[in-house]
């Protein structure tokens, strides 16, 4: 079953926000908004939306910042890209699977994948029903919470 479309940065904060607080979360939400306030007023700048009609929606981007640990945030931008840091290590997310993802990070559905030979160390977010997020760790920035979670 695929997730629910959010079709809005606003929307897609709500639906964060609800997952935060399911998990004793505590949000600090940042908007951006307006061409004079965001990266969309840098691309497209002639207010056009590539619709032809010459109409384009106010650009709204957001920045989330949760409390606890692992430290994680999550950048919204105009254009339904959606970056999810998790400890410092960010993921390309789709903005309509970033609840799924925030509450399978919370829910403690991560592990760190190290192997000997070759060396590498990856991040690994398992979300039910969807293929796993896997991103690369440098050594450097294996933190403590990634260190725990190392298998």
Do not use: C
Not at 58 to 75: Q, S
């Amino acid at each position: 079953m695929s997730p629910p479309h959010l079709p809005t940065t606003q929307s897609a904060v709500l639906a964060i926000e609800a997952v935060a607080a399911r998990h004793g979360r505590t949000v600090r939400a940042q908007h951006d908004i307006g061409r004079d306030q965001t990266f969309a007023g840098l691309v497209g700048a002639d207010g056009v939306d590539g619709s032809g009609d010459g109409l384009d929606g106010i650009p709204h981007e957001a920045l989330l910042e949760f409390d606890g640990r692992p430290a994680v945030t999550v950048r919204l931008f105009t254009h339904d890209e959606v970056t999810v840091t998790v400890e410092g290590i960010a993921f390309d997310v789709d903005r309509d699977r970033v609840p799924g993802f925030l509450n399978a990070v919370w829910s403690d559905l991560v592990h760190v994948k190290a192997r000997t030979f070759p060396p590498s160390t990856t991040l690994i977010v398992t979300v039910p029903g969807e293929p796993s997020y896997r991103e690369g760790i440098g050594v450097h920035d294996l933190t403590p919470w990634l260190a725990g979670r190392t298998r």
